[in-house]
Every structure is written in C-alpha cells, then in structure tokens.
T-cell receptor, first 115, second 113 residues
Framework: DGGITQSPKYLFRKEGQNVTLSCEQNLNHDAMYWYRQDPGQGLRLIYY???????QKGDIAEGYSVSREKKESFPLTVTSAQKNPTAFYLC??????????????FGEGSRLTVL | SQELEQSPQSLIVQEGKNLTINCTSS?????LYWYKQKYGEGLIFLMMLQKGGEEKSHEKITAKLDEKKQQSSLHITASQPSHAGIYLC?????????????FGGGTRLMVKP
C-alpha cells in the first residue's frame, strides 16, 4: 500500500544533541513537507521541498535542516540550535502542481522529547 | 501571511447531537481543506472546497465554503464517539508554492456516550 512512513514514532534526546527524523513516501509525490505541532496548537511549516535537490524554508526553519537527495525521502534534522525542540513532528507529501493546491498526505508523526 | 482562526477551540457534545466548527481566514480563500487528527497521530483528509458556495458531504459530515466571508464551516450531524478528535482547517493561498497549506489552531471535539 502507498503511504508515508515516519520514524521513529517516539524519540528522546538530551540537550545539545542533534537528532534526525526520517520520512519516506512511496506515493511518487514530488512535494514533501515538515510541520511542527505543539500542544493545543495547529501545524506550523518548517521546511518544504517541491523537487529533488531543492527545498525552501517555511515559517519556523531556524534550528532545523533538511535534505532531499531522493524523491521518496525528506529527512529532518533537529539541531542543538533549536531552542524548544520538544514537539510532535509531521511529514506530508503531495502532487506538486504549480499555482494549484491539492491534498496533503500525512505520516503518523514523530514525537520528540528533549530531556 | 494568511492566518486561519478556528472556533470553538474545544467542544464537548452529547452523542447524537449536532455541532458546527468554523474556520475564518484573514485573506481570500483559494482552497480550504478539512482534516481530522486523532490524538498523537497523523492527519486524515476529510474534504476540500474550492468554489464559493461549494458544499460537500461525507457520511454525517458536511463542509461549506463561504468565499465572500472567507469562512468555512464543518457540520457534524448526530455525532458519535468515533467523531472525537481534532479537526483542522488548512488553506491554500493564491500564490502558494506547491501545495503548501496554512493551518488553523484546531478544534478539539469530545463526544460523550
């Protein structure tokens, strides 16, 4: 079945450590996205990528980094520069159509807790 | 940037009751998406509205788009415990790169059996 897989589902890290969250999709989608969700709040866009080897900053990119070396993969690294990294992270993908909007398909999320 | 405000922020209803959730945009809507999220999980797509006055239904959930008011409403008829979760609206701006969506803060729905 086609879909988006995020791993790990739960992750704990110590302050000062970098951590990488994995996101893989087999939907053949061009566009991929990373959102952050804090308790009681909506989703905020961290980074997005419309095509391989290209990505753009979203609203809250500081302290995060991404790569898009393969169409199906869009890993997110939460660096030690991120001041408040404890959150629920959601990866999504979609068919990228210029100037139009379509449905986003979401993974199950990764919950990061900084100890 | 576009902002979406959802109301109410949380809602507790008795099973069988009807309810409405609203999503208001600070800018013109060019596409409005409704998603449902179970606590600690990903988002499930419910429906998308693009044209003013458009109305879509799926099972007991109906969504409407009032383009002039820059607002969408989600109505659930005869609510059931399975409807519990977080409902989020997402909007696409006219010049959004790709399919990037801006999301509202969500409405937390609890249905009491």
């Amino acid at each position: 079945d086609g879909g988006i897989t995020q791993s790990p589902k739960y992750l704990f890290r110590k302050e000062g450590q970098n951590v990488t969250l994995s996101c893989e999709q087999n939907l053949n989608h061009d566009a991929m996205y990373w959102y952050r969700q804090d308790p009681g709040q909506g989703l905020r866009l961290i980074y997005y990528s419309q095509i391989v080897n290209d990505f753009q900053k979203g609203d809250i990119a500081e302290g995060y980094s991404v790569s898009r070396e393969k169409k199906e993969s869009f890993p997110l690294t939460v660096t030690s520069a991120q001041k408040n990294p404890t959150a629920f992270y959601l990866c999504a993908s979609s068919i990228a159509v210029a100037g139009a909007a379509g449905e986003l398909f979401f993974g199950e999320g990764s919950r990061l807790t900084v100890l | 940037s576009q902002e979406l405000e959802q109301s109410p922020q949380s809602l507790i209803v008795q099973e069988g009751k009807n309810l409405t959730i609203n999503c208001t945009s600070s800018k013109t809507l060019y596409g409005l998406y409704w998603y449902k999220q179970k606590y600690g999980e990903g988002l499930i797509f419910l429906m998308m509205l693009q044209k003013g006055g458009e109305e879509k239904s799926h099972e007991k959930i109906t969504a409407k788009l009032d383009e002039k008011k820059q607002q969408s409403s989600l109505h659930i008829t005869a609510s059931q415990p399975s409807h519990a979760g977080i409902y989020l609206c997402g909007a696409a701006g006219r010049y959004n790169a790709g399919n990037m969506l801006t999301f509202g803060g969500g409405t937390r729905l609890m249905v009491k059996p």
